[in-house]
């Protein structure tokens, strides 16, 4: 727990969590964004040698500069591979501890394999300049991500696993709707992401096709092992989950495919059954559903078991030449699973905003496309260009749509019936004749041999150009950008495209490393701080999920708070309150309640009115969530919802309502 600034005459409380959270309720709790570091450009490797794919191991340069090579010579080391992405040094101390959390969540001290000895000597990686390990930890729901730094790289466990050295990561809207509606994060803090492509920097002790130096991408699909998560510098994954990255293929691109590939394939693979070994046009797939049926299924986890094994009869599985709808396909999964169907042979219908997609859609195969906005007609649209024998439809964009989509498909109780698959959700009911699936992903990265396939043949469809991997958009500030680029994602501005972030020493700028909290700089007469914006003091002693929240009543009546004759020595001015909740935020207080006096006033001769004056004040801070009190009886509830409403939508979800009523009759 942190001291609170005993020289503030404010009064504090601590907020039961319960009803902080009702009085919450109608705001998401965010903050202003992390500080940008300086935008780097990322230096990518480049292929040199006859293989399709991109590996450092062979080039003498390593994309190294001139005077790193011959700093390398001077020192002759037998082994300088990734030399160029951390600096050169035969230092191998870590970096200072940052805090407790990071330490608990780097599962252990090792920088390698922990089976026999331990990290040797000779490993190469303790080569790097700096290994340490930059990471964004989630607090807790609703919260933004914080950049930290754990003394650890993560270990590998078992014969398949590898260590990435991140360049770049991909960003998907589940990273930013788990941290939002709390789902997907087994505990706080933990560490999110899931997309990446990097460099490997630990190879797999058994036989594989991924070596040391490769650079490749992957989904972690994995949520459960923080380990896996690519919000990290270092990201532990297995070979089987992974793809190279062809010369033809860009890191970014890489980055950006990993997720939507894997959940496309699975969707239409498994899911659907779709066959991809007969395409003609592109290196042909494996046949998913007959490899996984033939597995034993005590291998496969049991809450994917009747999806994997029974939820589609063998004769129901799409045949060249039928149709599939996608709602949703200018998403980055919906472009993919267009081109997949394409490759095996289907007709695709599309839904989506033509207008921002049409034409990629129309470039990547699509048969036929409608426009997303207006669904009743879209739907019969859909219905009447697929002579009403629709039986597959995939949804990429969430439970309503998934609903619209159902009612496409043909659901007469003749013939094979019809198969919808949720990325994000499923209709409540399932029509007669039409069976729900949910995405099976976890098979990816619990089944060896299915991943590995999947992962082949990828590589083999991208180095054949098989495949149009998404547009991207680069978001800058490396680690500590990544909560300013989902806030776009959450602002539904992103169409058709993913933001990749490139990772590098920029992200390293503004991690709290250091084990002491700095504390603010106290520069007026009165112990109030008057200059500077500077949250850091905030960030730190409010990134504990444990901490004690502070709050302080905002004197916004005349008189202060306290019922006394002794002269009170707070302003209610909006002048000196606007200094009192700038100082207030930097010193880490999270929360101010404005005051509510109406008739009775216990020398509160001049008020402001609490809803308005708290906007004021959320207007000029960045962190401090202002729970505005208001009366039942004089506000009409409607009105009062869509003031508060709006003022929330001004302040980024800061402000919360405290409803008083009780002590003064002739008020309420
Ligand atoms: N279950 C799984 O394992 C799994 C795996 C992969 C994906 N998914 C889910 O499948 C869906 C698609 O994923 P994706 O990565 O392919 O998506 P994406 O590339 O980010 O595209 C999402 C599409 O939704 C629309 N959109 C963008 N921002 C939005 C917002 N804030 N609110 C509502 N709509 C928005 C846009 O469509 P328009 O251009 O038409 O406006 C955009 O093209 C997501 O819900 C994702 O979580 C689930």
């Known amino acids: 727990m942190h001291q609170a600034p005993a020289w503030l005459l404010w009064c504090l409380f ?17 903050s202003v964004l ?30 190294r500069s001139g005077e790193e090579r011959q700093k390398e010579k001077r020192e002759s080391l037998p082994s300088r591979s990734f030399a160029n992405l951390s600096g050169l040094s035969n230092n191998v101390d870590v970096p200072s501890l940052s805090n407790g959390v990071a330490h608990r969540l780097a599962n252990g001290s090792s920088n390698g394999h922990t089976n026999g000895s331990a990290a040797r000597q000779d490993d190469e990686f303790l080569r790097l300049a700096s290994p340490q390990q930059d990471l964004l930890l989630l607090h807790g729901p609703r919260q933004k991500y914080s950049l930290e730094r ?23 809207p589940v990273d930013w709707k788990g941290a939002d509606y709390d789902f997907g994060q087994p505990s706080y803090p933990w560490v999110n992401g899931r997309d990446f492509a990097g460099i490997v920097v630990k190879a797999p002790r058994n036989e594989s096709r991924v070596q040391h130096g490769d650079v490749v991408f992957g989904p972690s699909t994995d949520y459960r092992d923080v380990r896996k998560a690519a919000y990290q510098e270092y990201v532990v994954t297995t070979d089987y989950n992974v793809a190279r990255i062809p010369s033809t293929t860009t890191v970014k691109e890489g980055a950006a495919s990993g997720v939507a590939f894997v959940a496309a394939a699975v969707a239409l693979g498994v899911s659907f059954g779709l066959d991809f070994t007969s395409s003609r046009t592109s290196p042909a797939g494996p046949d998913f559903l007959r490899m996984v049926r ?9 809450d994917i078991r009747d999806e994997c094994f029974t939820s589609l009869p063998t ?18 999964t919906g472009q993919l699973a267009l081109q997949l169907a394409k490759l095996a042979g289907l007709k695709v219908a599309c839904v989506a905003d033509l207008a921002k997609g049409g034409q990629r859609l129309s470039e990547l195969g699509a048969d036929f496309m409608v426009d997303k906005y207006d669904t009743k007609r879209a739907v019969d649209i859909v219905r009447a260009v697929t002579g009403n024998n629709l039986r597959f439809g995939l949804d990429c964009t969430g439970k309503d749509t998934a609903d619209l989509l159902q009612q496409t498909l043909q659901q007469s109780n003749h013939g094979r019936k019809s198969h919808l698959l949720g990325m994000t959700g499923l209709p409540k009911q399932a029509s007669p004749n039409v069976v729900h699936h949910k995405l099976p992903i976890k098979l990816f990265h619990e089944v060896h041999d299915y991943g590995e396939a999947l992962m082949q043949w990828l590589e083999e469809l991208l180095v054949a150009k098989s495949l149009k991997l998404p547009n991207v958009e680069i978001a800058e500030g490396g680690l500590a950008g990544i909560n300013d680029a989902l806030d776009r994602l959450r602002s539904g501005t992103v169409s058709g495209k993913r933001i990749v972030v490139p990772v590098g020493n920029e992200s390293r700028s503004g991690v709290s490393d250091s084990p002491q909290s700095p504390t603010p700089a106290i520069n007026g007469a009165d112990g109030i701080i008057h200059s500077g914006d500077d949250m850091t003091y905030h960030n730190q002693i409010n990134s504990d999920p444990d901490r004690l929240k502070f709050a302080y009543w905002v004197p916004n009546v005349s008189g202060g708070l306290v019922i006394s004759k002794i002269l009170q020595r707070t302003h209610w001015d909006l002048k000196s309150n606007v200094r009192y909740a700038k100082t207030a935020e930097r010193v880490g207080f999270e929360y101010a309640l404005s005051q509510i006096r109406f008739m009775a006033g216990y020398g509160a001769e001049n008020q402001h009115e609490p809803v308005s004056f708290s906007q004021a004040l959320l207007g000029a801070t960045e962190k401090l969530k202002v729970i505005a009190a208001l009366l039942p009886g004089p506000w009409n509830p409607a009105v009062a919802a869509k003031q508060i409403a709006s003022i929330d939508n001004y302040c980024d979800g800061r402000i919360a309502v405290n409803v008083v009523s009780g002590w003064f009759k002739a008020e309420v």
Not at 46 to 61: E, G, I, Q, Y
Not at 315 to 332: D, V
Request: glycine share 6%; with cysteine; hydrophobic share 40%.
């Open 294 to 302: 033939q597995l034993d299924p005590r291998d496969v986890p049991e």
């Open 150 to 172: 754990a003394r650890d790289i993560p270990e590998l466990r078992g014969d398949h696993e590898i260590l990435i050295q991140v360049l770049a990561i991909g960003l998907n």
């Open 315 to 332: 004769a129901e599985r799409p045949q060249p030449g039928e149709w599939l709808a996608i709602w949703g396909a200018n998403s980055t």
């Open 34 to 63: 992390l500080a940008k570091a300086v935008a780097r450009a990322q230096k990518m490797p480049s292929v040199v040698h006859s293989s399709p794919f991109v590996s450092l191991r062979p080039d003498p340069a390593c994309g």
């Open 14 to 30: 601590d907020p039961d969590p319960v009803s902080l959270l009702t009085l919450t309720a109608l705001c998401s709790v965010s």
